[in-house]
């Protein structure tokens, strides 16, 4: 695209999104239209607006010289103990037979990875995760499995279902409608899409180079609100929720997972990068997919992709408005990003 016409089509963009930046720039957030940027490292980037609190715990790793592996761990586990978030960690809705049940996955720059799928009890599966990646000969455990592990490895049973989530779920059994809510971390703009529609999903996924410019990625959640018992998405994955390749870049997303899974999302945006695609026209390609296999459904839900390519240019790409990602580097800790969006 020539730059005259790509200026447009950014400034077009940043038109139609300023409603939303106008709420965000309330909360005292710096936010700025999509675009893709080249950084030095290190960098980390990562999904949603809480994304921001994430990015800072992993700067402190990073900005001290730290390995981008435990960059996003410690990372993410802040949107993990965030009781006020109820789509990642502990406090996140439970399932219809009221679990709260966690994934979560981990992936470091030589290739190693490890994940938990459908873990109750334990507030942090990042750390669980990472655990399977480095002791066990396995990438992931699930379940009952999962829990008996960590316990074995001195994590400690605790109660996940807060009672913002047990009323939820309990409003919830009125009717047990099943349909997930577009953007819920932005509740006015799900609201607006879906009044009087509570149920809903969300992750943090979240991408990191270290100074020495070796990459790692994190992703947890706890999945779709009101799930079946039993269900798992994309974000325990490695190559749906989240991939990593040291070559190429890495790649997270979020959103529907039954989706992401059919296309293997994260490895897909990856591969694309490694055939040349910036990271923001790789994400498109991987949204695009779902769109021509699905449009019907594509139409209702919400998917988003972030990546991030070795030289640190980073971009991301959505199903529908309102996904946002959050950066931080040695320019800024708190800059917030609309991604672009195909609806
Ligand atoms: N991808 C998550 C899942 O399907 C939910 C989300 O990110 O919205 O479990």
Known sequence: MSSRRNFIKQSFIAAAAIGTLNSLEAKGLTVVPSKGKANKFPIVISTWDFGIAANKAAWEVLST????????????????????????????????????TLDACIMDA?????????????????SVARLVMEKTPHVMLVGEGALQF??????????????????????????KKYKPVVNIENKSFAAE??????YNHDTIGMLALDAKGNISGACTTSGMAFKMHGRVGDSPIIGAGLYVDNEVGGATSTGVGEEVIRNVGSFLVVELMRQGYSPEDACKEAVMRIVKKKPAIAKEIQVGFL?????????????????????????????????????
Not at 81 to 93: C, I, Q, R, S
Not at 309 to 325: C, D, R, V
Request: charged content about 30%; some cysteine.
């Open 65 to 100: 010289g730290g390995k981008a592996l435990d960059a996003v761990e410690q990372g993410v586990r802040v949107p993990e103990a965030d009781l006020k978030n109820m789509t990642v960690g502990k406090g996140g809705y439970p399932d219809r037979d009221g679990h709260v």
């Open 110 to 126: 030589d290739g190693n990875c490890g994940a938990v799928a459908g873990m109750e009890k334990i507030g942090h599966p990042i």
């Open 150 to 175: 960590a316990l074995e490895n001195g994590f400690e049973e605790e109660n996940l279902l807060t009672p913002e989530g047990e009323k939820a779920w309990k409003e919830w059994l009125k009717e």
């Open 193 to 198: 899409r879906l009044p009087g529609n509570q």
């Open 307 to 343: 990546a991030i390519n070795k030289k640190g240019e980073y971009g991301a790409f959505a199903l529908q408005e309102g996904f946002s990602y959050a950066v931080c580097d040695s320019k800024q800790q708190d800059l917030l990003i609309k991604g672009k969006h195909y609806y």
